[in-house]
T-cell receptor, first 114, second 115 residues
Framework: AQTVTQSQPEMSVQEAETVTLSCTYDTSESNYYLFWYKQPPSRQMILVIRQEAYKQQNATENRFSVNFQKAAKSFSLKISDSQLGDTAMYFCAFMKRGSYQLTFGKGTKLSVIP | KAGVTQTPRYLIKTRGQQVTLSCSPISGHRSVSWYQQTPGQGLQFLFEYFSETQRNKGNFPGRFSGRQFSNSRSEMNVSTLELGDSALYLC??????????????FGPGTRLTVL
């Protein structure tokens, strides 16, 4: 079974600053995917970024980037130039290739302060 | 394209009752998954349906069941409700692309309160 751990229940960042959210996972699988999902207050969850484990290059999507350390089983999310609209719960998730069953961490509540 | 829709959005039931939640996937999406979100346990996978067949099931008691119709719409049912079933129930759909990784798109959820 897989486990995903997000050690920071809450974080805050000043607008326009950079923040990094941590995620570690435990698995014996070799083929898998990792995701960061964002759930704004009272709004639906959306995919922020994803990483395929066999790819060494870290994924980036505009202001969002990840630091994927496969040996350390670490998958952190960096948000640059934080905006008020980034205020949300952020969930790290694991998916074994072919299963389409997501295993989520408990989430990090990020507040962007004006 | 319309997103994933879930009905009802809010529901209040009493212990012992049963409830049915509905999910309409994005047009063209053939797979539907269900997740339970609670403050204590976080997000937990319930089950996934494709072509009207349950393909995967999480670690939930038999009181939780689901089905998928030929138009890909899905329902989940919880019988003999318990207080601990109070949660946000999320539905996610994906297109089942061949040769690639599907993105799952989530609906807004149904907030179930059991009194």
């Amino acid at each position: 079974a897989q486990t995903v751990t997000q050690s920071q229940p809450e974080m805050s960042v000043q607008e326009a600053e950079t923040v990094t959210l941590s995620c570690t996972y435990d698995t014996s699988e070799s083929n898998y995917y990792l995701f960061w999902y964002k759930q704004p207050p009272s709004r639906q969850m959306i995919l922020v970024i994803r990483q395929e484990a066999y790819k060494q290059q870290n994924a980036t999507e505009n202001r969002f980037s990840v630091n994927f350390q496969k040996a350390a089983k670490s998958f952190s999310l960096k948000i640059s130039d934080s905006q008020l609209g980034d205020t949300a719960m952020y969930f790290c998730a694991f998916m074994k290739r072919g299963s389409y069953q997501l295993t989520f961490g408990k989430g990090t509540k990020l507040s962007v302060i004006p | 394209k319309a997103g994933v829709t879930q009905t009802p959005r809010y529901l209040i039931k009493t212990r012992g009752q049963q409830v049915t939640l509905s999910c309409s996937p994005i047009s063209g999406h053939r797979s539907v998954s269900w997740y339970q979100q609670t403050p204590g346990q976080g997000l937990q996978f319930l089950f996934e349906y494709f072509s009207e067949t349950q393909r995967n099931k999480g670690n939930f008691p038999g009181r939780f069941s689901g089905r998928q119709f030929s138009n890909s719409r899905s329902e989940m049912n919880v019988s003999t409700l318990e207080l601990g079933d109070s949660a946000l129930y999320l539905c996610a759909s994906r297109p089942l692309l061949s040769g690639g990784l599907d993105t799952q798109y989530f609906g807004p959820g149904t907030r179930l309160t059991v009194l």
